[in-house]
């Protein structure tokens, strides 16, 4: 698929995305499998990232040949959470920061006229602290969290519900994500996608992108 012709709008995912959070998000899920004896590494938690669990849970506990249920996975993380084993936001720990860049790109797109969009699969409490610490919120038109839909990435329903309060076309969309569930999403929706790679920690398999973008430095669409 070539680049649209006229950009009306981009909606970038959040985690990886516009902070770089997501190491921070595995090593918490780490703690939280020790204490339901899953031995579970960094590495098998990034599989956790851009997606609800519902499916990634249960894999990584088969396997060391446990069952379990994202359920009993996120009553663990209130457990350690409750016990000042993790932070609950992730977006509040000091390593937290915005990937470099991302601030000059918004302003950009704002100062063109086109729409901009978060569209994250975390819930609207923690997001909203992240956009406040960061100072991000004003720069969205849209925001759409995980608890405002019923379908979660790679469904898309997230991109498609932005569109929709946006009324925007697809056809000149565009999404940047940097996982395989989140290209996938904007994929399914009919949008332009950008696979983002510019965290220095994680890098997903985005190959399935119609664009590949290293850094935000490289960002050329306005």
């Known amino acids: 698929m070539p680049r649209p012709e006229r950009i009306d709008c981009v909606l970038f995912d959040c985690d990886g995305v516009l902070?770089?959070?997501?190491?921070?998000?595995?090593?918490?899920?780490?703690?939280v499998f020790?204490?339901?004896?899953?031995p579970a590494t960094f590495e098998d938690c990034l599989t956790m990232c851009g997606q609800d669990g519902k499916t990634t849970i249960p894999a990584i506990g088969a396997k060391y040949g446990i069952d379990v249920t994202a359920e009993?996975?996120?009553?663990?993380?209130?457990?350690?959470?409750?016990a000042g084993a993790i932070e609950a936001v992730s977006y509040r720990m000091p390593?937290?920061?915005?990937?470099?860049?991302?601030?000059?790109?918004?302003?950009r797109l704002r100062a063109a006229g086109v729409l901009t969009g978060l569209v994250s699969t975390t819930v609207s409490s923690h997001i909203l602290v992240g956009l406040d610490r960061f100072e991000l919120a004003p720069m969205f038109d849209c925001i759409v969290t995980g608890d405002m839909v019923e379908r979660h990435k790679p469904d898309p329903m997230p991109y498609q519900t932005a569109m929709d309060y946006l009324?925007?076309?697809?056809?000149?969309?565009?999404?940047v994500e940097d996982s395989p569930a989140g290209v996938r999403s904007g994929l399914a929706a009919g949008c332009y996608v950008l696979g983002f790679r510019g965290s220095a920690t994680v890098r997903q398999d985005v190959s399935a992108a119609n664009e590949v973008?290293?850094?935000?430095?490289?960002?050329?669409?306005?």
């Open 95 to 107: 390593e937290a920061d915005t990937l470099p860049g991302v601030h000059g790109v918004l302003r």
């Open 72 to 82: 009993q996975f996120f009553a663990a993380k209130r457990e350690c959470i409750d």
């Open 19 to 31: 902070i770089d959070s997501e190491p921070i998000a595995a090593r918490r899920n780490v703690v």
């Open 167 to 175: 009324h925007v076309d697809p056809a000149h969309t565009v999404v």
């Open 34 to 38: 020790g204490r339901m004896g899953i």
């Open 213 to 222: 973008l290293d850094s935000y430095f490289d960002f050329d669409l306005v």
